[in-house]
């Protein structure tokens, strides 16, 4: 019979719910316990970054400033507003629900441990607040929860906090021991555990309670890395206004769009220097615009054709070829004479002499015989030959009639003349067909449709545009405009250069970079608070990915189920959560009961 356990979970500074949405996913068995993990809930100080937890995760998230006073001061420069007070392990446990967790997930600041930031800056009063935010965030933690400890704490930040920030991992470490628990340091790829197309090292310190968890703590098994075109390839293309704003590719300086087109795949800004600049213009490119990718485009005779759409035309890519077989030579050239002594080609349902080869050179001699009259022409003052019954062979006059008067094939009738009989069959072949038109459409009158309809219109730039209608296109009115701008190196825009391996060097989206981070699957919408792609984009960097936290979260469930049950050992080919100091997690510490 399945016994189902639940595993209580709670965030410390847990941003927008990365990490508690992959624990809320995670998945333990040990004979018949099964885990449930629930969230109890997170401590942030962005409220932007609450309301998307609870978008994410599915329970509230508090809005609560750790800093102590002298660290705000430090931070900001400048006193608390009215009314702010420093946090207490009370305010913890209330954003706990006063409920007591099994797993802690804290993942602090890390802006003053990053490499991003350089040495000197790190080291200022402002850096060193945050920095020590790390220490009280998990003194307030432990307080809170002092009554029943979590049995497994997690501490996740950026690799280099084990130099920049040694002397307060030292002081955590020792406090944790302090409170009971055997600490273990380590580092991880959270595109490894989570099977992701990115790769994320982090520093993550573990901390198991002696007295509650005996067994080992075993680490993820780690998977392939995967190509971001795997992800990237399920989602709409970049600005599809179906995927949301989210989706909409970044405006960049127009330098930067040259510079990218520039930058070899798999390479950085050092690519750049391969290249030969004159005075500050590329010596050996010139950069052109595009009307259509492949617009007119001729493929080779010894070469295979691109995909075949729905809207094939020599003028919307590569859908002409060059044909080395003569035309007038082959089957079906147009006047194409048979020889007397070869074989026609195949006789199709349009046999006509201008359709193909369907004449011969007949080398019978035409004397005075059976058909004396083929072919013949009879002069206009002359008499015509008898009228019999196969008069198709013979029966043709040499008339000086202009063609006007008549119904000549393809006729074209004069301006000043009137038109033969229109008939049915009126078309390019016979009858009254077309006029020699002397006007030019220069000088349209007010009234005519396509004048005033302005089909393929510029609007000069200094001129009011025309009422704005719903079918409003290029090619039916004046929707087009002489745009006298260029762009200069410092304006914002969107640009398609195709790069020199024939692909769009562009940005991620921001949407594509929390599918990266596999907040969202692909081919799902997301909407986090607020409009603002920055915001957005820190606040997804911050996040910890959630499938690295699911693979996480489902070792830890194995090891409290095992607890839960009485079990010390487990005969796993996984190997311990981490090897050279795997004693630290099993063999009680400095006195600790």
Avoid at 95 to 122: D, Q, R, W, Y
Avoid at 329 to 356: C, F, H, K, N
Avoid at 409 to 418: E, F, G, I, M
Avoid at 425 to 449: C, E, F, I, M
Wanted: net charge neutral; glycine share 12%; hydrophobic share 40%.
């Amino acid at each position: 019979m399945i016994n189902h356990r639940e595993i209580r979970h709670f965030h410390m500074c847990g941003a927008i719910g990365g990490g508690a949405k992959g624990f809320n996913r995670g998945q333990a068995r040990v004979g018949n316990l099964v885990a449930k993990f629930r969230c109890l809930g997170s401590v942030d100080v962005d409220a932007a970054a609450n309301r998307d937890f609870q978008r994410l995760v599915g329970v509230p998230a508090t809005t609560l400033d750790l800093f102590d006073r002298d660290q705000y001061l430090a931070f900001h420069g400048k006193e608390p507003p009215a009314g702010w007070r420093e946090a207490t392990p009370a305010d913890i446990r209330a954003a706990a629900g006063h409920e007591f967790p099994h797993i802690v997930f804290t993942s602090m600041p890390c802006k003053g441990f990053s490499g991003l930031l350089n040495e000197t800056k790190s080291k200022t009063s402002k850096y060193q607040a945050l920095n020590r935010l790390t220490l009280r965030g998990m003194w307030l933690m432990l307080e809170a929860f002092a009554e029943d400890p979590p049995e497994l704490i997690l501490f996740e930040n950026v690799p280099r906090i084990a130099t920049r920030g040694r002397h307060l991992l030292d002081q955590i470490n020792s406090l944790l021991t302090s409170y009971g628990y055997a600490v273990a340091e380590t580092t991880h790829d959270c595109g490894e555990l989570g099977g992701l197309a990115e790769s994320r090292k982090r520093f993550l310190l573990v901390a198991r309670h002696i007295a509650k968890v005996p067994p080992f703590l075993y680490e993820p098994e780690k998977k392939r890395l995967q190509g971001v075109g795997t992800v990237l390839g399920r989602m709409p293309l970049p600005g599809d206004l179906t995927a949301g704003p989210m989706h909409r590719v970044p405006n960049l300086q127009w330098k930067t769009w040259v510079r990218l087109a520039f930058v070899e795949a798999g390479s950085d800004w050092r690519s750049l220097n391969k290249l030969a600049v004159d005075n500050g213009h590329l010596r050996d490119f010139l950069i052109v615009p595009e009307f259509n990718r492949g617009y007119l485009g001729v493929n080779r005779w010894d070469e295979p054709a691109g995909t075949i759409t729905g809207n094939t035309r020599a003028t919307n890519g590569n859908f002409s070829v060059a044909d080395p077989r003569f035309p007038a030579g082959g089957e079906y050239g147009q006047l194409g004479v048979r020889a007397w002594d070869e074989p026609t080609g195949a006789i199709t349902g349009q046999r006509s002499p201008i359709q193909g080869g369907f004449s011969v050179a007949d080398p019978r001699h035409f004397g005075p015989a059976k058909h004396s009259n083929e072919f013949r022409i009879v002069p206009w003052h002359q008499n015509a030959q008898t009228v019999t019954g196969a008069h198709g062979t013979g029966q043709c006059v040499a008339d000086p009639r202009r063609a006007g008067d008549g119904f000549g094939k393809y006729l074209v009738t004069p301006w000043d003349s009137p038109s033969g009989a229109v008939i049915s069959g009126s078309t390019t072949g016979q009858g009254a067909y077309a006029v020699a038109d002397p006007r030019t459409g220069l000088d349209r009158a007010k009234g005519d449709h396509y004048l005033t309809a302005g089909h393929y219109g510029v609007t000069p730039w200094d001129s009011p545009s025309g009422a704005v209608s719903a079918a409003a296109g290029h090619d039916n009115g004046r929707w087009s405009v002489a745009d006298p701008r260029m762009p200069e190196q410092t304006d914002k825009l969107v640009a398609r250069i195709r790069a020199l391996d024939g692909t769009w060097h562009r940005p991620f989206t921001t949407l594509e970079l929390a599918a990266l981070q596999s907040l969202v699957d692909p081919e799902e919408h997301l909407e986090l608070d607020g409009l603002s792609d920055s915001d957005w984009r820190e606040r997804i960097g911050n996040a910890v990915p959630p499938a690295a936290a699911e693979a996480i979260a489902g070792v830890m469930g194995v090891t409290l189920l095992l607890a839960w049950s009485g079990e010390t050992f487990l005969l796993s080919s996984m190997p311990i959560w981490v090897r050279p100091v795997a004693m630290a997690l099993s063999v009680a510490q400095g006195g600790a009961a």
